[in-house]
Protein backbone atom coordinates (compact mmCIF):
# COMPACT_ATOMS: atom_id res chain seq x y z
CA UNK A 1 0.00 0.00 0.00
CA UNK A 2 0.70 3.65 -0.89
CA UNK A 3 -0.61 7.29 0.22
CA UNK A 4 0.49 10.21 -1.23
CA UNK A 5 0.15 13.94 0.07
CA UNK A 6 -0.32 16.91 -1.48
CA UNK A 7 -2.07 20.45 -1.81
CA UNK A 8 0.47 21.83 0.81
CA UNK A 9 1.86 25.96 0.74
CA UNK A 10 2.65 28.75 1.69
CA UNK A 11 -0.33 31.03 3.02
CA UNK A 12 -1.25 34.00 4.85
CA UNK A 13 -2.61 33.78 8.44
CA UNK A 14 -6.52 33.15 8.11
CA UNK A 15 -6.18 31.74 4.93
CA UNK A 16 -7.06 28.01 4.08
CA UNK A 17 -5.71 25.06 2.38
CA UNK A 18 -6.64 22.15 1.35
CA UNK A 19 -4.74 18.56 1.17
CA UNK A 20 -5.51 15.81 -0.26
CA UNK A 21 -3.95 11.93 0.60
CA UNK A 22 -4.75 9.65 -3.03
CA UNK A 23 -3.91 6.26 -1.54
CA UNK A 24 -3.26 2.56 -3.70
CA UNK A 25 -2.66 -0.95 -3.56
CA UNK A 26 -5.08 -1.43 -1.08
CA UNK A 27 -9.64 -1.67 -0.21
CA UNK A 28 -9.62 2.11 1.13
CA UNK A 29 -12.87 1.81 2.10
CA UNK A 30 -12.05 -0.64 4.71
CA UNK A 31 -9.16 1.48 6.53
CA UNK A 32 -9.49 4.21 9.23
CA UNK A 33 -7.47 7.37 7.53
CA UNK A 34 -5.57 9.59 9.82
CA UNK A 35 -3.43 13.28 9.30
CA UNK A 36 -0.72 13.66 11.24
CA UNK A 37 1.61 16.84 11.32
CA UNK A 38 5.44 17.55 12.49
CA UNK A 39 6.90 20.98 12.97
CA UNK A 40 10.54 21.84 13.68
CA UNK A 41 12.05 20.46 16.23
CA UNK A 42 9.07 19.01 17.74
CA UNK A 43 7.38 15.17 17.50
CA UNK A 44 4.46 14.08 15.19
CA UNK A 45 1.51 14.28 16.40
CA UNK A 46 -2.33 13.51 15.18
CA UNK A 47 -4.21 16.43 14.02
CA UNK A 48 -7.65 14.16 12.74
CA UNK A 49 -8.70 10.89 11.78
CA UNK A 50 -11.65 9.32 10.42
CA UNK A 51 -12.50 5.71 10.45
CA UNK A 52 -14.65 3.33 7.79
CA UNK A 53 -18.06 4.09 8.68
CA UNK A 54 -17.00 7.91 8.18
CA UNK A 55 -16.66 9.25 11.85
CA UNK A 56 -15.05 11.62 12.41
CA UNK A 57 -12.06 13.09 15.23
CA UNK A 58 -10.47 16.03 15.93
CA UNK A 59 -7.35 17.26 18.32
CA UNK A 60 -8.44 19.97 20.43
CA UNK A 61 -5.87 23.02 18.47
CA UNK A 62 -7.77 22.03 15.54
CA UNK A 63 -11.59 21.44 16.35
CA UNK A 64 -13.80 24.28 14.49
CA UNK A 65 -11.22 25.01 11.97
CA UNK A 66 -10.46 21.85 10.22
CA UNK A 67 -12.67 19.48 8.55
CA UNK A 68 -11.34 15.87 7.28
CA UNK A 69 -13.11 13.88 4.43
CA UNK A 70 -13.00 10.98 2.51
CA UNK A 71 -13.94 9.97 -1.07
CA UNK A 72 -13.87 5.99 -1.37
CA UNK A 73 -15.00 6.28 -4.93
CA UNK A 74 -11.06 7.94 -5.59
CA UNK A 75 -9.30 6.55 -2.51
CA UNK A 76 -8.83 9.76 -1.29
CA UNK A 77 -9.17 11.51 2.01
CA UNK A 78 -8.97 15.56 2.31
CA UNK A 79 -8.15 17.94 5.27
CA UNK A 80 -9.86 21.11 5.02
CA UNK A 81 -7.76 23.61 6.91
CA UNK A 82 -9.52 27.57 7.52
CA UNK A 83 -8.47 29.99 9.90
CA UNK A 84 -4.61 29.18 9.39
CA UNK A 85 -2.44 29.97 12.31
CA UNK A 86 1.29 30.39 12.41
CA UNK A 87 1.14 27.53 14.71
CA UNK A 88 -0.06 25.48 11.92
CA UNK A 89 3.20 25.05 10.32
CA UNK A 90 4.42 21.65 10.07
CA UNK A 91 4.90 18.98 7.65
CA UNK A 92 1.40 16.84 7.12
CA UNK A 93 1.26 13.49 6.94
CA UNK A 94 -1.70 11.06 5.87
CA UNK A 95 -1.33 7.30 6.98
CA UNK A 96 -3.93 4.49 6.35
CA UNK A 97 -4.84 1.56 8.62
CA UNK A 98 -6.64 -1.38 9.41
CA UNK A 99 -6.21 -2.01 12.45
CA UNK A 100 -5.32 -5.29 13.69
CA UNK A 101 -4.82 -6.42 9.82
CA UNK A 102 -2.84 -4.42 7.83
CA UNK A 103 -0.91 -0.79 7.75
CA UNK A 104 -0.26 1.78 8.52
CA UNK A 105 0.90 3.37 5.54
CA UNK A 106 2.27 6.40 5.38
CA UNK A 107 2.86 9.33 2.79
CA UNK A 108 5.60 11.11 2.46
CA UNK A 109 4.52 14.10 3.52
CA UNK A 110 3.02 17.99 2.13
CA UNK A 111 4.42 20.91 3.88
CA UNK A 112 2.39 24.04 5.31
CA UNK A 113 3.31 27.56 5.90
CA UNK A 114 1.33 30.07 7.37
CA UNK A 115 2.83 33.12 7.63
CA UNK A 116 3.32 36.80 6.17
Known amino acids: GAARESGGGLVQPGGSLRLSCAAS????????MSWYRQAPGRERELVAA???????DYVEPVKGRFTISRDNAKSTVYLQMNSLKPEDTAVYYC???????????WGKGTLVTVST
Open 95 to 105: KAQQYYIDGPY
Open 25 to 32: GFTFRYYA
Open 50 to 56: ISSSDTA
